[in-house]
């Protein structure tokens, strides 16, 4: 048996932004993010349905099996992308990136495991008090090509197509969400976030900010993001749980308003 022992959780609209596209849900089983795609209709509103789809799917206190994850993040996707449509301007999309952990039931295994997802570029960390270990790969332009070897990690930084997302909810009629099940063990810590924090903040340093021991990490990690220039909105949950039967049953859940701001993420076309 898996207790949560905190969640803490934090968005801010960043220092240039004027509107938040970011949304999230923390909310035990399911502890996602999502990042509204801006220069296209309704970014911030994309992001909200994302969100409050699996909160109707996933309900709180529920125990979802994998499959039943397929199924929430496919209902999100027709919800997101029935909010497309023409208006004054022409044709237009509205997409959001997904990322994050859902508590899961696995029945065949007689046990519960973290389900992590992704769609876009939005990321899912572990963090185990030593070494950040990303769980998830973007789903980017700049990502393939260094996959290909035809870009270094420093180089996709301030590569010109590095706000160009490969995945989106709504983007297409069916959506190809990464997933993969983590057995629970011992004490366990993730960290979840839109690109707002990634593209001010290098791993190096979020896992500095992170040694430190913050009381409320995921407030550090994006006042941290927003100094270092917020040029984004910036997104954080940190989940720490603890499995075994001897584990605190309270959970310590820090949220903080969204401010609104606005996102250049763009689909690849």
Not at 150 to 178: K, S
Not at 191 to 201: I, K, P
Request: charge should be negative; charged fraction near 25%; glycine fraction near 8%.
């Amino acid at each position: 048996m898996t207790s949560l022992v905190g969640v803490s959780a934090r968005t801010d609209v960043g220092a240039v932004r004027h509107v938040n596209e970011d949304s999230l849900l923390a909310e035990d089983p399911v502890f996602v993010v999502a990042d509204g795609m801006g220069g296209h209709a309704r970014g911030d509103l994309a992001s909200r349905t994302a969100v409050e789809s699996l909160a109707r799917t996933l309900a709180s206190g529920t125990r979802p099996t994998p499959d039943e994850v397929v199924r929430a993040i496919d209902e999100a996707n027709a919800a997101v992308r029935a909010l497309s449509g023409a208006d004054e301007s022409g044709a237009a999309v509205a997409g959001t990136t997904l990322a994050g952990i859902v508590r899961v039931r696995v029945p065949e295994l007689a046990a519960e495991q973290w389900m992590v997802v992704n769609v876009g570029d939005s990321r899912v960390y572990a963090w185990d008090g030593r070494e950040l270990r990303r769980l998830t790969v973007d789903h980017s332009a700049v990502q393939e090509l260094v996959d290909a070897g035809l870009i270094t990690e420093q180089q996709a930084a301030v590569h010109p197509e590095r706000n160009v997302i490969t995945r989106a909810l709504g983007a297409e009629d069916f959506v190809d969400a990464d997933s993969t099940l983590i057995p629970e063990s011992g004490r366990q810590t993730f960290l979840v976030c839109s690109d707002g924090l990634t593209r001010e903040l290098s791993d190096e340093r979020i896992a500095q900010l992170l040694a430190e021991g913050p009381a409320d990490p995921a407030a550090a990690l994006v006042q941290a993001a927003v100094a270092a220039g917020g040029h984004d909105n910036v997104t954080v949950l940190v989940v720490e749980s603890v499995s075994g039967e001897d584990t605190p049953a309270s959970v310590d859940t820090r949220d903080r308003a969204a401010e609104r701001a606005i996102e250049d993420t763009q689909p690849r076309g």
